[in-house]
């Protein structure tokens, strides 16, 4: 029984066994308010009937918010004695999941 959830843009699959769920950051979220889930996309119940869309309730807490390891951006052109480095590192947002049924 799992289902495929639409949120912020990107795509999330929750089954029963998903207890935290690494999101995209959520602006606007503090640490212990509750998150809504917009679309719900595929579900398959527990018999493997699968659905489009369909009804699901799922009910989730925002944990915190963090950022994740730097990622090195590095250019070069052979030859040229061009050189650049860059760094990126993205936020994230961690939801735990209170309630998973459909």
């Known amino acids: 029984m799992f289902a495929i959830i639409?949120?912020?843009?990107?795509?999330?699959?929750?089954?029963?066994?998903?207890?935290?769920?690494r999101v995209a950051y959520i602006d606007g979220a503090e640490a212990g308010s509750s998150v809504a889930f917009g679309n719900v996309l595929?579900?398959?119940?527990?018999?493997?009937?699968?659905?489009?869309?369909?009804?699901v309730k799922i009910s989730a807490t925002v944990a915190s918010h963090g950022r994740d390891a730097k990622i090195i951006v590095f250019k070069k052109n052979r030859r040229k004695g061009y050189r650049k480095l860059n760094g990126h590192r993205q936020n994230f947002t961690t939801l735990d999941i209170k309630e998973f049924s459909i």
């Open 6 to 21: 639409e949120l912020n843009g990107e795509q999330y699959r929750i089954d029963d066994s998903t207890k935290q769920l």
């Open 42 to 55: 595929l579900t398959e119940a527990a018999g493997g009937a699968v659905a489009l869309g369909g009804k």
